[in-house]
């Protein structure tokens, strides 16, 4: 009889051990996160929610992969290559509308921030400005992707830009050397780098942005595929908690937020680091983010932004902007 409540003890003990020590036991999940461009400021949230331990509170292991363009960002969820991105909604739009699986689940840049740099003295001052000038870029960075659109947009005859293909890393110098006399850029990434350099070099740099020009559209946006969306809603779901509400203690602590990407990424400069992290943490918040929470995206401004891509753009077919994006994971992210 002794012998039959050890061993009932024995299993209740293990039961009770097993109850309360398999949630903490569980493996996190392992999944990779591709970024749109090489690392930034306007990276900062990511790098909060992975290094101060957001993802790792809601069970997720993420591994960063530094992006070249958003083309790539979109394509790579599409393909299974990345289980999550971060890039432009408006190229993103352009892969669905190939029959692309990605999907945005949140907004990570409340309007388009994109941008042709050019330095004032190249005599740029309108969109017409911009025919016979020399336009370096890299076939995905998303400057080129959007070329068509900003051309019909902004009233200027595409075929007369003067395509110089060219590595990102190169760009900068050449633009300063006037070996191109424009390039693209993105709010919270090149915009402020490009102001940080030419001030250095006694230069002043002018943009011509894309919203001004006629693509008033979402910016950029968190991206997973469709399967993943059905197949798997918990994960997303913790996913996207993790990186607003990091983004949310970001926009708190702006300061400290700076210093964990600089921890991460020293050989960053950080004079355009933070000038990046600035415009990138700003560019997060609208009306609607203090009324639902970060990441939010309206549904008048996503037909907006659908309808204008498949106005501007040569679509195979024209996308159903319902079926581009989903708001169901928004939920307890910060309201700001």
Not at 5 to 25: D, E, H, Q, S, Y
Not at 147 to 153: D, F, T
Not at 188 to 193: A, E, F, H, L
Not at 309 to 323: E, G, H, I, Q
């Amino acid at each position: 009889m002794k012998q039959l409540k050890n061993v009932v003890l024995t299993m209740v003990a293990t039961l009770a051990f097993l109850i309360v020590a398999g949630p903490a036991m569980a493996a996190d999940d392992k999944v990779t996160f591709q970024f749109d461009w090489l690392y930034g400021g306007k990276h900062v949230a990511f790098f909060v929610a992975r290094d101060k331990g957001y993802f790792k509170k809601h069970g997720l292991d993420v591994k960063f992969i530094e992006g070249k363009g958003s083309l790539k960002a979109a394509m790579f969820v599409d393909t299974g290559q990345a289980d999550y991105s971060y890039g432009d909604f408006v190229t993103a739009i352009r892969v669905m509308a190939k029959g692309g699986k990605n999907r945005a689940i949140g907004v990570g840049q409340v309007f388009n921030g994109g941008a042709f740099i050019f330095m004032e003295s190249s005599g740029i001052k309108t969109p017409k400005d911009l025919e016979g000038k020399r336009f370096g870029t890299s076939a995905a960075s998303f400057g080129n992707v959007l070329l068509p659109a900003m051309a019909n947009a902004g009233g200027f005859d595409e075929a007369k830009i003067v395509k110089r293909m060219m590595k990102p890393a190169v760009r900068t110098p050449a633009l300063l050397e006037g070996k191109i006399d424009f390039m693209g850029g993105i709010r919270g990434s090149s915009v402020p780098k490009m102001a940080v350099i030419a001030k250095k070099n006694n230069r002043k740099v002018g943009y011509l942005y894309f919203k001004d020009m006629g693509l008033e559209t979402y910016g950029h946006v968190v991206q997973t595929n469709e399967d993943r969306i059905k197949n798997n809603p918990e994960q997303v779901q913790r996913m996207v908690k993790a990186i607003f509400q990091a983004w949310g203690w970001a926009n708190e602590h702006p300061k400290e937020a700076f210093e964990i990407f600089m921890k991460a990424n020293p050989h960053k400069d950080r004079e355009i680091a933070w000038a990046q992290t600035e415009q990138g943490l700003a560019d997060s918040m609208d009306a609607a983010t203090k009324k639902h929470g970060l990441g939010y995206m309206q549904p008048s401004i996503v037909e907006k932004s659908v309808g204008l891509t498949n106005k501007y753009f040569k679509l195979p077919a024209p996308v159903d902007w319902k079926k581009t994006y989903t708001d169901k994971f928004i939920k307890g992210t910060p309201m700001m």
